[in-house]
């Protein structure tokens, strides 16, 4: 078993990352750092700021992400700033905003970045097409997961079990591209 902190005070974040990496062999820790995130454009450039903090703080062999979800219509918006949008306008808001509205397209990204002794650091960036429904559904997930509709799908995240999530999601799709990285970091060492 490989040891990764991952740094979030999000529970369901660390139920994810649980979920997908620990079959593979990586035994997830919750490390629950603080870390400021820094003003960006980007979630790379987020990402790769917050790396930056901890590294300098002496921490070693940790990962973190940052995720977003960008609407169409709203030119992007809530994007970076999706964390603190939720916690005050919530899905609720985000309904409001797009009321009237047709276009409904979205993605959701995730950027995951790391620091690892042996590998140094690296980041990897998946996303997630998809729209946004009119109403609330499903009880399952956290943060926007009731008012979003993966592409090809009926039900929302929030209607899906972990499992199934995992498989479409941005965050399921990113952890899955950071376990490759990761393996094959690993495997350039036996050699």
Same mark, same amino acid.
């Given at each position: 078993?490989?040891?990764?902190?991952?740094?979030?005070?999000?529970?369901?974040?660390?139920? +994810?990352?649980?979920?997908?990496?620990? !079959?593979?062999?990586?035994? #997830?820790?919750?490390?629950? +750092?603080?870390?400021?995130?820094?003003?960006?454009?980007?979630?790379?450039?987020? #990402?790769?700021?917050?790396?930056?903090?901890?590294?300098?703080?002496?921490?070693?062999?940790?990962?973190?992400?940052?995720?977003?979800?960008?609407?169409?219509?709203?030119? @992007?918006? !809530?994007? #970076?700033?999706? &964390?603190?949008?939720?916690?005050?306008?919530?899905?609720? @808001? /985000?309904?409001?905003?797009?009321?009237?509205?047709?276009?409904?397209?979205?993605?959701?990204?995730?950027?995951?970045?790391? &620091?690892?002794?042996?590998? =140094?650091? *690296?980041? #990897?960036? +998946?996303?997630?097409? =998809?729209?946004?429904?009119?109403?609330?559904? @499903?009880?399952?997930?956290?943060?926007?997961? !009731? /008012? *979003?509709?993966?592409? =090809?799908?009926?039900?929302?995240?929030?209607?899906?079990?972990?499992?199934?999530?995992?498989?479409?999601?941005?965050?399921?799709?990113?952890?899955? &591209?950071? $376990?490759?990285?990761? $393996?094959?970091?690993?495997? @350039?060492?036996?050699?």
């Amino acid at each position: 078993m490989i040891e990764l902190d991952l740094i979030t005070s999000n529970p369901g974040k660390l139920k +994810e990352f649980r979920s997908a990496l620990e !079959p593979l062999g990586f035994e #997830v820790r919750h490390l629950p +750092e603080e870390v400021d995130e820094i003003q960006a454009d980007t979630l790379e450039e987020v #990402v790769q700021g917050c790396v930056a903090q901890l590294k300098a703080r002496g921490l070693r062999n940790f990962v973190l992400d940052d995720s977003g979800l960008f609407i169409d219509e709203l030119n @992007g918006f !809530p994007g #970076v700033y999706s &964390s603190y949008v939720f916690r005050t306008l919530g899905c609720e @808001g /985000i309904l409001k905003l797009l009321q009237g509205k047709s276009n409904r397209a979205a993605r959701f990204e995730c950027c995951i970045g790391c &620091s690892i002794e042996r590998m =140094g650091q *690296f980041t #990897v960036k +998946e996303l997630s097409k =998809g729209r946004i429904i009119h109403e609330m559904r @499903g009880r399952e997930g956290f943060g926007y997961d !009731p /008012i *979003f509709v993966p592409a =090809g799908k009926e039900r929302t995240y929030a209607e899906m079990g972990l499992e199934e999530k995992n498989e479409l999601s941005h965050r399921g799709k990113a952890i899955k &591209s950071f $376990a490759r990285q990761l $393996a094959k970091g690993m495997e @350039g060492e036996r050699r």
